[in-house]
């Protein structure tokens, strides 16, 4: 999992730690230092720590105007130990909404686990961006089937066409375009 880095091909576009409305506006991510482990796994130290033993984040990018934000994920998402979702919401996600954004786009493909337990925060989440979305993009089957399991599909757009976008060789702006068309016409229905 060491060799594993956040996307970084949008930082000529956007670096969340020098965007002064970001929650991670001044975070320092180590060259060099590896200093953050899922269990016994070390991780690569560009990827942002929000506080959880088990989920860590990068903030992609970020677009005020239009209100949306890209978030690469990595670990396991664990709300029954570590309650990962109120320190995402916490941490991170009100952040983010007291700027404006209100479309979360998640890239998911490195979420291993999830397991799910209460649907406080996610209805508190969903409830605070009523023009908003929330997309999971390319989760593995296992997630998507604990979602479902436990009733939090609801609060996210996922599967389908979401669950096989190639976004990494997409620009921010494009890869937004076809995801809230995508959106839309499903949250249309």
Same mark, same amino acid.
Do not use: C
């Given at each position: 999992?060491?060799?594993?880095?956040?996307? @970084?091909n949008?930082?000529?576009?956007?670096?969340?730690?020098?965007?002064?409305r970001?929650?991670m506006y001044g975070?320092?991510?180590?060259?060099v230092? @590896?200093?953050?482990?899922?269990?016994?796994?070390?991780?690569h130290?560009?990827?942002?720590?929000?506080?959880?033993?088990?989920?860590?984040? &990068?903030?992609?990018? /970020?677009? @005020?105007?239009?209100?949306?934000? =890209? =978030?690469?994920?990595?670990?396991?998402?664990?709300?029954?130990?570590?309650?990962?979702?109120?320190t995402?919401?916490h941490e991170v996600?009100?952040l983010?909404?007291?700027?404006g954004?209100?479309?979360?786009?998640?890239?998911?493909?490195?979420?291993l686990n999830?397991?799910?337990?209460?649907?406080?925060?996610y209805?508190?989440w969903?409830e605070e961006?009523p023009?908003?979305w929330?997309?999971?993009?390319? /989760?593995?089957?296992?997630?998507? &089937?604990?979602?479902a399991? @436990?009733g939090?599909?609801q609060?996210?757009?996922?599967?389908?066409?979401?669950?096989d =976008?190639?976004?990494?060789t &997409?620009?921010?702006r494009?890869l937004?375009?076809?995801?809230k &068309?995508? /959106?839309?016409?499903?949250?249309?229905?």
């Amino acid at each position: 999992m060491h060799d594993l880095e956040p996307h @970084y091909n949008w930082r000529h576009l956007y670096v969340a730690s020098e965007d002064d409305r970001s929650p991670m506006y001044g975070h320092f991510n180590s060259e060099v230092y @590896y200093t953050d482990s899922i269990y016994d796994f070390v991780i690569h130290p560009q990827w942002d720590n929000i506080g959880s033993e088990t989920l860590f984040i &990068k903030v992609l990018f /970020a677009e @005020y105007d239009e209100g949306y934000a =890209i =978030i690469e994920l990595l670990g396991e998402w664990n709300d029954v130990l570590t309650n990962d979702i109120m320190t995402l919401k916490h941490e991170v996600l009100d952040l983010m909404m007291d700027q404006g954004i209100d479309k979360f786009i998640l890239i998911a493909e490195n979420v291993l686990n999830f397991h799910a337990d209460s649907t406080d925060y996610y209805d508190e989440w969903l409830e605070e961006i009523p023009d908003g979305w929330i997309v999971f993009l390319n /989760a593995r089957e296992h997630i998507l &089937k604990e979602l479902a399991d @436990y009733g939090i599909d609801q609060y996210f757009l996922f599967g389908g066409q979401m669950n096989d =976008i190639s976004w990494r060789t &997409k620009s921010p702006r494009k890869l937004f375009d076809q995801i809230k &068309k995508l /959106a839309e016409r499903r949250l249309e229905v």
